[in-house]
Structures are given as C-alpha cells and as structure tokens.
C-alpha cells in the first residue's frame, strides 16, 4: 500500500493533471459553495489508490452511496501538496438534502498550519461548532517540496462524536447537538492540491 502511494504522488508531482488520461469518479457528485462558481480550474479524478483534487472554488465531493448511520466511523487520509494559500480541507457526516438550498452536514477541517475546524452548515448558513485550534497531532506542511499526511477521524457514538487526527482525539462534541446520520464525503477549500487516499465508513465496534 505504502509503495502504491508513494507511486501516486510521485505521477501528480511530475505530471500536470491536464496532461494526464483520468476521469472523475463515477457516481460522485461536486458542490460548490457558490452556485455561481465554475468547475473550470477544478481538477477531481480517480488516482488509486484514493482520488486527487485540485480545486479553485471551495467546494464538498461525495458519493451519494456512501452513508453512516447510529453509531458509526469515519477515517481519510489525505496528502496535501505544497501551496500557498492557507486553506482547509477534511470530511463531512451527515449530509442531508445537498442538492438543494436546504444542505446540512457537519464539517471536521485541518489547514497547514497544524490547527483544525469544526461547523456545520445549513442552507447558505454555517455555524463554528468549535474554532480554529492548534493541536500537535496535525502535521505541518513546512512551506517545501513535499507533502504532508493527516489522517481524519470522525467518531459517531451513542451520546458524543470523537474528532480525531492521526489516531489522537482533538475535540468530542454531544451528539444530540448534531446531524450526523446522512452522506459521508469531502470537503475542500479554494485552491489547494491534495490526494485523498482513503474514505473509510465502518459500523462503531468492527
């Protein structure tokens, strides 16, 4: 597994996505924050193992399918490539309605500054559940040539959801306070580089 990322990321590195022969994920569904915002300078393909994503409008990624319910996980790693721009990205849970003006989802972010978000939206509306905070578990992209891997947790149990980055717990909330039976899925800030190589929902317990 690790050989096949690191194989990935190398491809991106050195190779414009315009210039490579991939296509979007099928089934997967693109929206903007912006209804007005064009999906020309979004880049969004299948690249095994995961999917890469470049974006120029903030905006969530997900499959329609892919759905947590009661108690439940949720687990990404992400690699995010060097940039300027000091942008957010992570998971959502609980999406509901997210082709129309009454969207809801909760959204757990972390930027390369090593700190991390929690709000949730609702319609055109958001709402900080817990503001941007630095943790030492987020790794820091240093501003080079390389990358930096986090991985995202997102706990569902019975009375609290667990926040968790790289195995450590950064925050838990009540439950009752929160949707969180709905669409699982991505969400991505304006112009950043990132591949995604994992998406994990798992029943709380396997």
Do not use: C
């Not at 929690?118 to 240093?142: F, M, N, Y």
């Not at 717990?169 to 009540?174: D, E, F, G, I, S």
């Amino acid at each position: 597994m690790r050989s096949l990322v690191v194989t990935a990321l190398v491809a991106v590195a050195a190779t414009p996505l315009m210039a490579q022969d991939l296509e979007r994920p099928a089934d997967w569904k693109v929206r903007f924050d912006r209804p007005t915002a064009s999906d020309s300078t979004l880049y969004f393909v299948d690249m095994p193992p995961g999917w890469h994503i470049t974006t120029g409008p903030a905006a969530i990624f997900y499959d329609p399918q892919r759905v947590g319910s009661g108690e439940y996980r949720v687990s990404s790693e992400t690699y995010l490539f060097p940039g300027e721009r000091r942008e957010a990205f992570g998971v959502f849970v609980g999406g509901q309605d997210l082709e129309t003006a009454d969207q809801r989802y909760v959204y757990f972010l972390v930027r390369k500054d090593g700190r991390f978000l929690i709000k949730q939206r609702h319609g055109s509306s958001t709402t900080e559940l817990h503001a941007w905070t630095e943790h030492p578990s987020i790794v820091k992209h240093d501003g080079g040539t390389g990358t930096a891997k986090n991985v995202l947790g997102i706990a569902v149990g019975s009375d609290t959801v667990t926040f968790t980055v790289n195995g450590a717990t950064v925050a838990r909330l009540p439950r009752e306070d929160l949707p969180t039976d709905g669409v699982v899925g991505l969400r991505v800030n304006h112009a950043l580089n990132i591949h995604v190589t994992t998406l994990d929902v798992e029943p709380a317990g396997r």
